[in-house]
């Protein structure tokens, strides 16, 4: 089956610091790959996608490139902001599914 | 424009008893998914219409929980004889269709359920 893999958090930060929060998957076939974020208080946010190996996906200076050849999505950003503070949630889309399969989410913790 | 919203933001109940939740999707979308949030999980998807037909259910843990959308807009989630296992958030989306491709999920604030 589908599954999804991202390491634990919480990751606590300085600003300014790099960040990396590691994402793995587990499908058959040709995933669509997602980061999702959740704010203190609001609801899931698309943050970024892929859908096909090598792709890039990028939004508000966040970077994660589809890996195929070692099933991974890890999403980066050189210099975190306090405002970054949120869940990360790594997910996948397999067509024909049309539901998402979500990691158990990575919170991320930055200080001034 | 508006985006998904839910209600009640919040729900606690007593074991035994009946809740409804609902979700309201975005005006124009067609598909709308039910997912549950347990503490320290992802969301894990539960059932999603495309229309108002049950495209999959296969999410549902049992036939406890059932869900409808008599009109293709509006859907209710329904849990009977709820246990305190079942004490979650649960996060409705919806996008402008299912299908072979991804059509971006946009998802509401959650309900959160609380079971004593």
């Known amino acids: 089956g589908n599954s999804v893999t991202q390491m634990e958090g919480p990751v606590t930060l300085s600003e300014e610091a790099f960040l990396t929060i590691n994402c793995t998957y587990t499908?058959?076939?040709?995933?669509?790959l997602f980061w999702y974020v959740q704010y203190p208080g609001e609801g899931l946010q698309l943050l970024l996608k892929?859908?096909?190996?090598?792709d890039k996906g990028s939004n508000k200076g966040f970077e994660a490139t589809y890996r195929k050849e070692t099933t991974s999505f890890h999403l980066e950003k050189g210099s975190v902001q306090v405002s970054d503070s949120a869940v990360y949630f790594c997910?996948?889309?397999?067509?024909?599914?049309?539901?998402?399969?979500f990691g158990k989410g990575t919170m991320l913790l930055v200080s001034p | 424009g508006a985006g998904v919203s839910q209600t009640p933001s919040n729900k606690v109940t007593e074991k035994g008893k009946y809740v409804e939740l609902r979700c309201d999707p975005i005006?124009?979308?067609?598909?709308l998914y039910w997912y549950r949030q347990s503490l320290g999980q992802g969301p894990e998807f539960l059932i999603y219409f495309q229309g108002t037909g049950a495209a999959d259910d296969s999410g549902l843990p049992n036939d406890r929980f059932f869900a409808v959308r008599p009109e293709g807009s509006v859907s209710t989630l329904k849990i009977q004889r709820t246990e305190r296992g079942d004490s979650a958030v649960y996060l409705c989306?919806?996008?402008?269709?299912?299908?072979?491709?991804?059509?971006?999920?946009?998802f509401g604030p959650g309900t959160r359920l609380t079971v004593l």
């Open positions: 005006s124009g979308h067609t598909a």
């Open positions: 499908a058959t076939g040709y995933p669509s």
């Open positions: 989306a919806s996008s402008l269709q299912a299908g072979d491709t991804y059509n971006e999920q946009f």
């Open positions: 997910a996948l889309y397999r067509s024909g599914y049309s539901t998402l399969t």
């Open positions: 892929a859908t096909k190996a090598d």
